[in-house]
């Protein structure tokens, strides 16, 4: 993984004291909650339902043991000895005291962490595909591109007040892990005719209030152009972005407005300047350097076929189960990646305790493995793990109750903090997403049903993804009531889609029957192997429709 | 505290309204050679600054008189409507309505580099403290300040960040080149 | 007579805790807010509370509504509920879990 050297060591302490003397300021009356407001966004700190919440970054989700050690002192130190893994790859504390946030930036200094631009009108923390490195179908290592975007994002003179956040995401596979085209900004690595690699580029995608799918702005990019046209788009929307309206201020609502040619048309000009200044161009050696960092460790020369393991999972059922849903094919021989569910039946999605965070930089220690990752599905990955070591990894996760044997399925939900948490929030998501987990416990039911990626928003914001989930439910509120809107068929894969609303929203107490419901229709429609997202492509939304709403006292 | 005419309370950011303001100009305080007319004020003989609409309206008139002209513009309103009159100007006085309208960062950076502007981009209105360096990198060297910020705060708010990572309008040497030179 | 009542509430700068407003002074449980009937004595404590933030001790004053169950003060809104007590997810943190803590919410 990225190491920092003396430059970039020097930009976050500079970034440290900065907001340190933001902070006094702020205390002494300097500077009013009007003005301060985007200063503290802009080191990712919100005021929330109950005290202030400090979002951490994640660099495209990648974590040594020493971080972890060190989120885990800071959720003790500071907050109440738990953290929460977003869906962009990060991590927040909840109960953060502002008057603490310079030490607590000063402590994450230590280990080439920050809060930089996890909020505010910026460009924020750049995610990438979460099995980068390990992946079978991957082409590149994502986080090249990532770290090199990184980079330049940070702290950029220009692009520090933008209508609104603006967010990138990298994914180097045919199969999308980092849903790229529901980012403001998306790249996926490609290789073009000629054999080369490069960068097809997307723009306005997003979730929120208008979810959009975003549009190729660049067909093909070449390495060396990279930033040059990175800056051009995000020039444009500095430009042009509205300012008068925040809930049309997104690139998303640009990219509509204009049309996608008339913003391409805008995108190369800009670039075709920028490119000629030569001032951002990104040399071979460059790009070298940077993919040092991403090299993968040495892998031992191991078979495929490890008795071992497949004894362990003939012997044990509860490993077994694991290994069918947590553990995916690596492209080395011998080696697996293996998926921590932080989605314990009825337990609260995404949260680890200081505990739970230490014992797994305890475990990278000891088998050897120099990082774990945060996957934008609030679960956490093991990338390089050899087979034979699986058995003993899984007693160890079991342990900490982080083995729960449910990637992808119908009770590995994502869910925004929601009403309990969140200041912006209209409705609770995590009790929805317990209820919904309880219900569905049983492992057979779960086999059953197959992969189903659920994901809960409690308002608009979208921070959920619901628009992306297989099924999405949107928490709204109805004169201060909770109510549920229930969506199927999005999803933030290559085959990015937009989920259908069914209906009329649903109370908290009958959200869940409504759940099980689709997915009852789902069980008696499926053909072959379908999954629940395929069924619903193929038959539509009404079936689900009638049988979410049967009951209900008026026609639909 | 905010430094141009936001002392922690909210005040208008028209100068016409008899606010005290101070001009630094690349680092030190500067009287001010212009004299900005409001769009039905008469012209007087020197230097004088005109918004855009007025300058619309008045080119032939304005640019025929033999004194310093500028041009202020409002934050939707892009440098390139100039159009070939920028050579003209010696002033380009960039409003800030808010300090979270963050296109003046943008005009700024484009007469710089895409127009080849050398004359004197002065940022007005409502920005901070915070957002003077970036002002500085973009292209930004001359700031309307409230009478009692002093050159001290501003020449700590320039030296806040030792190390830049990306290029911009003044040429500062990114940390790319600084490591290309370590490694030297 | 209004159905609700109101209560006026911020939340505190250094550390973010929810406050409630009770005649001049900032108290942290909801049971020992004061509570307005009348819209005049509620706008006018709204006001009062300008003080606060110019001398930063809370940020974004604002007035909820409350209504009478069966003796005992409730927010109208979930959402004011929710902030008086914690997190409904983990009733071993916030507000709820202390002493102090008024359980008819």
């Known amino acids: 993984m990225y190491r920092y050297d003396e430059f970039d060591a020097r930009v976050v302490a500079d970034r440290v004291k900065q907001f340190r003397y933001q902070v006094e300021r702020r205390l002494a009356g300097e500077l009013t909650e009007d003005e301060f407001k985007p200063l503290r966004l802009m080191n990712g700190l919100y005021l929330q339902l109950h005290a202030y919440m400090l979002r951490i970054a994640v660099p495209y989700g990648t974590l040594a043991p ?93 692009f520090s007040f933008l209508p609104r956040k603006f967010k990138i995401a990298v994914s180097g596979s045919e199969h999308d892990r980092a849903a790229v085209k529901f980012h403001d900004m998306g790249v996926e690595i490609i290789r073009n005719d000629e054999g080369r690699v490069g960068y097809r580029v997307y723009a306005g995608g997003g979730m929120g209030r208008t979810p959009y799918i975003g549009h190729v702005v660049g067909d093909f990019v070449e390495k060396q152009d990279i930033l040059a046209f990175l800056e051009a788009v995000m020039r444009v929307y500095n430009q042009s972005g509205r300012r008068d309206n925040l809930f049309k201020a997104r690139i998303k609502i640009l990219v509509n407005a204009l049309g996608p040619e008339e913003m391409r048309r805008q995108v190369m000009r800009e670039f075709k300047e920028i490119k000629a200044s030569g001032a951002l161009e990104v040399p071979a050696e460059e790009l070298a350097r940077i993919a040092q960092y991403f090299a993968p460790p040495a892998f031992e020369v191991l078979s495929d ?20 849903t947590n553990v995916t094919p690596h492209r080395a021989p011998g080696y697996a990646i293996a998926t921590i569910s932080l989605k314990p039946i009825g337990g609260v999605p995404g949260d ?109 914001n979208a921070c959920g993804h619901h628009h992306a989930g297989h099924i999405g439910v949107l928490g709204v509120d109805k004169k201060g009531v909770e109510y549920y809107q229930l969506q199927l068929g999005g999803s933030g894969a290559e085959d990015a889609s937009i989920g259908d609303i069914l209906g009329p929203a649903f109370g908290k107490d009958e959200i869940v029957d409504a759940v099980e419901g689709v997915i009852g229709v789902y069980l008696e429609r499926r053909e072959k192997n379908e999954r629940f997202l395929d069924t619903v492509r193929r038959v539509g939304i009404e079936p689900f429709k009638e049988r979410a709403y049967a009951g209900w006292a008026f026609h639909i | 505290m905010g430094v141009s005419h936001m002392t922690g309370e909210k005040q208008a950011p028209n100068a016409s309204e008899g606010i005290s303001l101070r001009l630094i100009r690349d680092g030190a305080f500067v009287e001010d050679q212009y004299v900005t007319l409001g769009d039905d004020d008469p012209q007087p003989a020197n230097g004088t600054i005109v918004s855009l609409a007025r300058f619309e309206k008045e ?102 960040m030792t190390y830049v990572y990306q290029p911009s309008a003044d040429g500062r040497r990114t940390i790319r080149e600084l490591r290309a030179l370590a490694r030297t | 007579m209004a159905e609700t009542d109101q209560i006026l509430t911020a939340n505190r700068l250094r550390d973010g805790e929810v406050v409630y407003w009770a005649a001049g002074r900032w108290v942290t449980e909801l049971d020992q807010a004061e509570v307005f009937a009348e819209d005049a004595a509620a706008e006018s404590a709204l006001k009062a509370a300008d003080a606060a933030v110019r001398a930063r001790q809370v940020v974004n004053p604002y007035l909820f509504e ?17 902030r008086a007590a914690g997190p409904t997810v983990r009733p071993d943190l916030g507000k709820q879990s202390s002493e102090a803590f008024d359980v008819s919410l």
């Open chain 1, 66 to 158: 020493k971080q972890l050690r060190m989120l885990a002192h800071i959720a003790r130190k500071y907050d109440k000895g738990y953290g929460h893994f977003t869906t962009r790859q990060n991590i927040q504390f909840n109960w953060i005291k502002l008057v603490d946030v310079p030490d607590a930036l000063a402590d994450l200094a230590t280990v080439e962490m920050h809060a930089i631009q996890t909020s505010g009108n910026c460009i924020r923390n750049v995610t990438a595909d979460h099995f980068a490195g390990a992946a079978r179908d991957e082409l590149e290592d994502p986080r090249i591109l990532a770290e090199i975007v990184r980079q330049w994002s940070t702290l950029h003179p220009e």
């Open chain 1, 305 to 324: 076929n490890a008795p071992d393991y497949e004894a362990a999972r003939a012997a044990s059922p509860a490993f077994h189960a694991w290994t069918e």
């Open chain 1, 352 to 460: 680890a305790t200081h505990e739970q965070i230490d014992a797994l930089a305890d475990l990278l220690d000891e088998f050897g493995m120099a990082e774990l990752r945060v996957s934008h599905e609030q679960n956490l990955v093991l990338p390089h793990v050899r087979k034979k070591d699986l058995p003993a990894i899984f007693a160890k996760l079991d342990a900490l109750g982080l083995a729960t044997p449910n990637a992808g399925l119908v009770t590995d939900i994502i869910a925004c903090p929601g009403l309990d948490y969140c200041d912006l929030a209209n409705a609770r998501s995590i009790p929805i997403a317990q209820k919904i987990s309880e219900r569905f416990a049983d492992l057979d039911r779960q086999h059953d049903i197959g992969e189903l990626k659920i994901k809960i928003s409690g308002c608009i």
């Open chain 2, 59 to 160: 080119r032939d008139a304005l640019v025929a008189r033999n004194a310093p002209l500028g041009v202020r513009l409002k934050s939707d309103e892009s440098p390139e409507r100039l159009g070939e009159d920028l050579e003209r100007l010696s002033v380009i006085v960039l409003e800030f309505p808010k300090f979270r309208d963050g296109r003046a960062f943008s005009w700024a950076r484009m007469l710089r580099t895409r127009l080849g502007f050398k004359g004197e981009i002065r940022a007005t209105g409502h920005f901070l403290y915070d957002q003077l360096a970036h002002m500085r990198r973009v292209g930004f060297d001359a700031f309307e300040v409230r009478e009692n910020f002093t050159l001290d705060e501003f020449a700590r708010a320039m030296g806040e």
């Open chain 3, 66 to 82: 409350v209504r009478r169950e069966g003796g005992a003060l409730k927010p109208v809104k979930e959402r004011e509920i929710i």
